[in-house]
Nanobody, 124 residues
Framework: QVQLVESGGGLVQAGGSLRLSCAAS????????MGWFRQAPGKEREFVAA????????YHADSAKGRFTISRDNAKNTVYLQMNSLKPEDTAVYYC?????????????????WGQGTQVTVSS
């Protein structure tokens, strides 16, 4: 079955960096666009970044532009989210997700598979 396993979360001070990884199995990874979303306590899950199936294009939320970078390694079936200049408001559970199309990459409901999430906590 399809599995998406996130790693790399943790506690970091404001201004610090983390790199999240999401290892995929049970699917043809290069045939799926990948996204990162986050959910803070009491808030809805929100789009952070996405990358097209063959890495031809990336998209970042306004809150992530200039600080976060999504990338993928199709040979390793892994998608990454490099997060720099972290702020306390970035604190959330971060999820990766897979979608079998390059369309609709901003919408939570468009994705086919989800990981279990990894906690990111940024202290001030």
């Amino acid at each position: 079955q399809v599995q998406l396993v996130e790693s790399g979360g943790g506690l970091v001070q404001a201004g610090g960096s983390l790199r999240l990884s999401c290892a995929a199995s049970g699917l043809t990874f290069s045939s799926y666009a990948m996204g990162w979303f986050r959910q803070a306590p009491g808030k809805e899950r929100e789009f952070v970044a996405a990358i097209r199936r063959r890495g031809g294009g990336t998209y970042h939320a306004d809150s992530a532009k200039g600080r976060f970078t999504i990338s993928r390694d199709n040979a390793k079936n892994t998608v990454y989210l490099q997060m720099n200049s972290l702020k306390p408001e970035d604190t959330a559970v971060y999820y990766c997700a897979a979608r079998s199309s390059d369309a609709g990459l901003f919408a939570v409901y468009e994705y086919d598979y989800w990981g279990q999430g990894t906690q990111v906590t940024v202290s001030s």
